[in-house]
């Protein structure tokens, strides 16, 4: 069974930088797709970030490009998001999340585990 844990959200004020890491236990952690998505209070779940199993490709929402770059390091079955210049507007509980595919999936419902989120909040 594949367990992802997401850490490193917090408060931090507008303009600041924040790392995010998610840790990946159990399945086949080379194959996998890896993904970003944020949740912000009454919105739906969107596309953050994704990077491929070998970090050859990766694809970014319009929101966080520029701002934001994911990263994996497969040798400690982990993925980064780091991200900079926040905004309010990124203020949202963001989830890591695996799937196995060669390429990046930008769409929620192609991926197959999820981590359980952690809060960021970015005051203005």
């Known amino acids: 069974q594949v367990q992802l844990v997401e850490s490193g959200g917090g408060l931090v004020q507008a303009g600041d930088s924040l790392r995010l890491s998610c840790a990946v236990s159990?399945?086949?952690?080379?194959?996998?797709?890896m993904g970003w998505f944020r949740q912000a209070p009454g919105k739906e779940r969107e596309f953050v970030a994704g990077i491929n199993w070998n970090a050859q490709s990766s694809e970014y929402a319009d929101s966080v490009k520029g701002r934001f770059t994911i990263s994996r390091d497969n040798a400690k079955k982990t993925v980064y998001l780091q991200m900079t210049s926040l905004k309010p507007e990124d203020t949202a509980v963001y989830y890591c999340?695996?799937?196995?595919?060669?390429?990046?999936?930008?769409?929620?419902?192609?991926?197959?585990?999820w981590g359980q989120g952690t809060q960021v909040t970015v005051s203005s």
């Open positions: 159990g399945g086949r952690f080379m194959s996998y797709c």
């Open positions: 999340a695996a799937t196995p595919a060669e390429g990046v999936m930008v769409v929620a419902g192609h991926y197959d585990d």
